[in-house]
């Protein structure tokens, strides 16, 4: 692959048949991935192809091979002119995302808490495999009403105050949710996992803020130095998985129709305006739905744990998923269109002024929040105006290690030692799912980091350590 470097954070993989606009990559050289081991700029290009894509298909400094599209992309296309949506560009945890909430309370105050408080919050954490969730649906209703209201739903049901759909994205849920289009049995999947972690890379961690790039951002978003924070990191547990696996099977089949040659089977897709686009973006957003209402929920069992053992509540700081399409408005060459943003393992950064961010945060810009490793820390990031790629950015640091790569590389060691000795308490997981996760599995967060921001794609708010961490 030829990568043509622009400036020192961006380099362009020049248009070739049967790309229809070029790639971006925005990566300094030393985060570039090693071709000979992950074929994601490979997927850069393919994802160039798709019909009425506009621009070019991006990717961010975290980008690292996915299913077709890669993670770590971005790809709009035009509404009008054909273009398409496809699932592959999305994802399977259809908007899993990042949810911060923050304590009135200070690192030094948890002094001789921290383990009672961890295993309260392990105790409260549905995870795992099909291992119970926060809800318990009463009936097929109820779910309904989950994938129509997300997390409007579950604050309605006592889940949370109003306060805190000001500060989700889209106020809590997506409208055009319909749940008529998922499947009976991605209900059967989901029914029983509303307030849920997941497996593996999902978590629910207890940080602190290390360190503050920008007093003014910081105190508008709710954050000072040393404060206690908790981040969840959920997605769309099986429901959201069935409908991926089940859009990626029904577009395969009518693609020809369509008139649609893709150079992956993997990059299955549709037009937005057909009958199988607006199937999936209905069932696409009722998944998303079931997103919000999960990190509500189990951001709900957190704060009464929090309550509990420190007598704090815990306000949301932002809730923003990394793994979702979207039909917004933007300039094109000189004119406003109506595009399909295709984010996943990237997140939306809108710049101060957006007129979708809530009145509190008009001034400041959206919470980018960044998770980067149980073990190293995370960033909070806020968009700037006049980015590139649709106003979006990294999502992590990014696998360098397959989870089998990990798992040996952590050979004849003790994963939770090693973060014991770093003071990190560690709930749930199993030695296998922990060695899959360690800081050495990912890229360097603050490279990445850096990488977004040298790029114009967004700004440093803050950086978070971890204190304890409760893994899926
Ligand atoms: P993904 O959505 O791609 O599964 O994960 C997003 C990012 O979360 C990863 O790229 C990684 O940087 C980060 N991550 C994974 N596990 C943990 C964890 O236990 N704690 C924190 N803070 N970040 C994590
Ligand atoms: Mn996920
Ligand atoms: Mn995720």
């Known amino acids: 692959m030829d990568l043509v470097e622009e400036s020192p954070y961006r380099f362009r993989i020049d248009r070739h048949d049967p790309m229809r606009v070029p790639g971006v990559v925005f990566a300094s050289r030393s985060l570039l991935p090693d071709a000979g081991a992950d074929k994601s700029l490979e997927q850069v290009a393919n994802v160039a192809t798709l019909p009425g ?3 070019a298909s991006y990717a961010m400094p975290d980008v690292h091979w996915g299913y077709g599209f890669p993670i770590g992309g971005v790809a709009a296309t035009d509404v009008e002119q054909d273009g398409v949506v496809s699932p592959g560009g999305v994802g399977f945890d259809i908007s899993c995302g990042v949810r911060l909430l923050a304590a009135d309370l200070d690192r030094t105050e948890l002094d001789g808490r921290l383990e009672p408080l961890m295993d309260g919050l392990g105790a409260a954490t549905p995870r795992g495999m099909g291992k119970g969730a926060v809800w318990h649906l009463s009936k097929d209703s109820e779910l309904d009403a989950v994938l129509r209201g997300g997390s409007r739903y579950a604050v309605e049901r006592g889940f949370g105050v109003e306060r805190d759909l000001v500060r989700c994205e889209d106020y809590g849920a997506v409208d055009d949710a319909n749940p008529a289009q998922v499947s009976e049995r991605a209900v059967e999947r989901g029914a029983r996992q509303v307030g849920s972690l997941g497996s593996g890379n999902h978590f629910l961690e207890v940080q602190a803020v290390e360190e503050v790039y920008d007093d003014r951002v910081a105190t508008a978003f709710g954050l000072r130095p040393g404060q206690v924070c908790v981040m969840i990191h959920s997605g769309s547990r099986g429901l959201g998985h069935q409908i991926c696996t089940d859009y990626v099977r029904g577009m395969a089949k009518v693609m020809t129709r369509h008139g649609i ?11 937005v ?12 957003a009722a998944a998303a739905n079931y997103a919000r209402a999960n990190r509500q929920l189990l951001a709900a069992a957190a704060r009464k744990v929090f309550e509990r053992e420190t007598g704090r509540g815990l306000d949301l700081v932002y809730d923003i998923s990394h793994n979702l399409a979207k039909i917004e408005t933007h300039d094109v060459d000189g004119a406003r269109r109506s595009l399909c943003v295709h984010r996943k393992g990237a997140t939306r950064a809108l710049p101060p002024g ?11 810009g959206q ?4 998770p980067g490793s149980m073990g190293t820390g995370s960033y909070v990031l806020t968009g700037v105006p006049g980015a590139p790629a649709f106003a979006s950015t990294c999502h992590g640091a990014g696998r360098v290690q397959s989870r089998k790569q990990a798992v040996k590389a952590e050979r004849g060691q003790d994963p939770r030692r090693q973060l014991a000795a770093q003071d990190i308490a560690v709930r749930g997981a199993s030695r296998r799912g922990l060695a899959e996760e360690m800081p050495a599995a990912y890229k360097d967060v603050s490279a990445v980091v850096e990488a977004a921001e040298g790029a114009g794609l967004c700004r440093r708010v803050a950086r978070l350590v971890p204190v304890g961490v409760v893994k899926g």
Not at 274 to 281: M, N
Not at 367 to 370: A, E, F, Q, S
């Open 367 to 370: 919470p980018v929040l960044i």
């Open 273 to 284: 305006s057909s009958h199988e686009g607006r199937a999936y973006l209905g069932a696409m």
């Open 354 to 364: 957006h007129p979708d961010l809530p009145d509190d945060l008009r001034d400041v």
């Open 53 to 55: 894509i506009v621009d």
């Open 261 to 271: 040659h893709v150079p992956d089977r993997q990059l299955a897709c549709a037009p």
